[in-house]
């Protein structure tokens, strides 16, 4: 088959060299033919060799590289790149144990898959689509990972309406790729929760958060604790089980808060150390008074473009330094951001600044980042973007 071609301004590859998996709209000289958005094209440089071939996309990413080899892109490329991301997960243990069947099976550059994001919750794959390369793609996809996972998948649930480019005009439904509409139980560690793929934030649940829901268990035990941003409530039930004396959930959304109580009752049923509050976080948390000594804060992503960034570390700012002001004596600060373009060093002196403005003293146990089946392409460090500190404050 052959692809549409883009050639590179001299001395451009260079990126691509270190493979890394983006080609910038900048960096183009000209193209052969007229690709359209989720076309896919071959690349070359100024002075006609090969270097990659990927996804076509308008935007300042104008190709995101699915092989720096000569290749066809075709069923047999996703059943192989599929099988050795499902491998991985098998070597890591998340693969057909008694304890747990959800963890993220694709994850886009760390995969060698850019633009494509797989979890899976039981029996249940959740596709979604970050390019309109890998939107067209679906049905494909969908084929390679029945090839790959076999008979114990029975759903794969495409849902891509929040996540492709608005400019692209495309008729991007939600809906069912293979089987039909079940309530899957999911299981994470031995605990059991609901998971609204359909309606739900991302693909239903955070997956990235499973080793330090794990770490709060810990830390649980005679604690008072305070969950904000708690979406469905993972880290709520971790600190149920690792025996806190009182665990209050709070987010805005009233939908989060129905589904963390429902999720608490699934295995906590008539516990009545668990309370949850549809409310405001920032309003919360200025009137909440000093009755937590173990507060997890785990914010939607504050900054999605380097534009907001500013506003974004005065956010974390502001947020760090209530619960500082707050947080009983020998408390434990579970902090968190999961925006991409927050560096590690941003997030810390945001946390840093914070602290130093409630004259706190303020140590680091833990420093935390995404979990393994969330992999990050060493050629590609933009996909470092989970960013955790466990904090003892005096």
């Known amino acids: ?20 998996p983006w080609v910038f709209s900048g960096a183009i000289q000209r193209m052969e033919g007229k690709p359209e958005e989720g076309d896919i094209v071959e690349v070359y440089s100024a002075d006609g060799r090969f270097l990659a071939v990927g996804h076509y996309q308008i935007g300042s990413i ?6 720096f080899k000569p290749c066809e892109i075709d069923h047999a490329f ?12 098998q070597i890591l243990g998340l693969v057909d144990t008694p304890t747990n069947n959800t963890f993220r099976l694709v994850h886009g550059e760390g995969d060698n898959l850019p633009g494509l ?4 919750y039981a029996h249940t794959a ?61 299981m994470e560690n031995g605990l059991r929760f609901y998971v609204d793929w359909q309606k739900g934030q991302k693909t239903g649940f955070f997956v990235d958060q499973r080793e330090n829901r794990s770490l709060l268990e810990r830390y649980s035990k005679g604690r008072s604790v305070l969950n904000m941003f708690c979406y469905t409530g993972g880290f709520s039930f971790y600190a149920m089980r690792g025996g806190a004396k009182l665990v209050h959930s709070v987010d805005s959304s009233a939908k ?3 589904l963390t109580n429902k999720n608490v009752e699934l295995n906590f049923p008539g516990d009545a150390r668990h309370e949850a509050f549809a409310e405001d976080a ?17 914010p939607p992503a504050f900054a999605k473009h380097k534009e907001v960034l500013r506003n974004a570390l005065q956010g974390y700012r502001k947020l760090n330094a209530i619960a500082f002001e707050k947080i009983r004596p020998g408390g434990i600060l579970f902090t968190f951001s999961c925006s991409q373009v927050v560096s590690k060093e941003n997030f810390r002196l945001a946390v840093f600044s914070a602290a130093a403005q409630s004259k706190r003293k303020v140590r680091i146990l833990h420093q935390l980042t995404q979990p393994a089946d969330h992999p990050v392409n060493i050629y590609h460090p933009e996909g470092e973007y989970l960013k955790g500190l466990v904090l003892y404050v005096e």
């Open 1 to 20: 088959m052959s692809y549409h071609k883009i050639y590179l301004k001299p001395k451009k590859e260079e990126s691509l060299l270190r493979f890394h």
């Open 62 to 67: 104008s190709v995101r590289v699915l092989s």
């Open 78 to 89: 996703w059943v192989e790149r599929i099988r050795i991301a499902y491998q991985l997960r």
């Open 117 to 120: 994001v797989i979890d899976m």
């Open 126 to 186: 959740v596709v979604q689509a970050h390019s309109v390369g890998m939107h067209r793609s679906r049905q494909e996809i969908g084929l390679a990972l029945q090839e790959v996972i076999g008979e114990k998948l029975q759903n794969i649930y495409y849902k891509s309406e929040t996540t492709l480019p608005y400019k692209a005009g495309l008729d991007n439904e939600s809906g069912y790729l293979y089987g039909h509409d079940v309530e899957d139980i999911a």
């Open 256 to 258: 989060a808060i129905m």
């Open 282 to 298: 920032f309003k919360y948390l200025e009137r909440m008074g000093e009755n937590y000594d173990l507060i997890i804060l785990d």
